[in-house]
């Protein structure tokens, strides 16, 4: 699925590091998400944006600042990260206003912290 | 608040024979229950969802799921599994409408390994 696409697949970056994730949706949705999935803990959601508004912060430390100019655009902003950070981010979006309609997801980025 | 448990970490199966995943839920309010798989080095995909109606949903691949409210389950089955079926498949579940109730709860995955 090409639906949601999401740059770098990969990322090794240094814990000094300033580096952006990208995630760009095609489907017309107008609801973005963005997770982190690491190897031993379930999925986390870190931030949900409906209509290009922040509506959920799941209690995510400032160092990840997410940004979306656009209903079809989410950025993930990193900075000063930690060991633990290293994960799986991945981005999803859905029709929010549409019932109970599927979250649809990127292929992610693998994030290793050096 | 809204949970989700995959009691099985992992399942394995002979390819041919049944393959059945467990899931169970917790929500104060009417259920949307969903199932998603995962393979190795890919994002999530959309299996099957229950909203409401019958309680058997028929989703992709030839995967089914069984709503039952008494038990608070939804499990995922297949009639005959396929080695291809090896992957990692998450249940979520969400309660609320509009666009301040779209926010999902996952299980922690169960891990499918099906032989030849």
């Known amino acids: 699925e090409t639906g949601v696409t999401q740059t770098p697949r990969h990322l090794v970056m240094g814990m000094t590091n300033k580096k952006s994730l990208k995630c760009e949706q095609h489907?017309?949705?107008?609801?973005m998400y963005w997770y982190k999935q690491s190897a031993k803990k379930p999925l986390e959601l870190m931030f949900v944006?409906?209509?290009?508004?922040?509506?959920e912060n799941n209690s995510v430390p400032s160092r990840f600042s997410p940004e979306c100019p656009n209903s079809s655009h989410l950025f993930l902003h990193l900075h000063t990260l930690q060991p633990e950070d290293s994960a799986l981010y991945l981005c999803?979006?859905?029709?929010?206003?549409?019932?109970?309609?599927?979250?649809?997801f990127g292929d992610g980025t693998r994030l290793s912290i050096l | 608040a809204q949970s989700v448990a995959q009691p099985e970490d992992q399942v394995k199966v002979a390819e041919g024979n049944p393959l059945t995943v467990k899931c169970t839920y917790s929500v104060s309010g009417n259920p949307y229950l969903f199932w998603y798989v995962q393979y190795p080095n890919r994002g999530l995909q959309f299996l099957l969802k229950?909203?409401?109606?019958?309680?058997l949903v028929k989703g992709s691949y030839g995967f089914e799921a069984e709503f039952n409210k008494s038990q608070t389950s939804f499990h995922l089955k297949k009639p005959s599994a396929l080695v291809s079926d090896s992957a990692l498949y998450f249940c979520?579940?969400?309660?609320?409408?509009?666009?301040?109730?779209?926010?999902?709860?996952f299980g922690g995955g169960t891990r499918v390994l099906v032989k030849p």
């Open positions: 944006y409906n209509f290009k508004e922040q509506t």
């Open positions: 489907l017309g949705h107008n609801a």
């Open positions: 999803a979006s859905s029709q929010a206003d549409r019932g109970a309609q599927p979250q649809h």
């Open positions: 229950y909203i409401t109606g019958d309680n």
């Open positions: 979520a579940v969400r309660e609320g409408s509009g666009a301040a109730g779209n926010k999902l709860t």
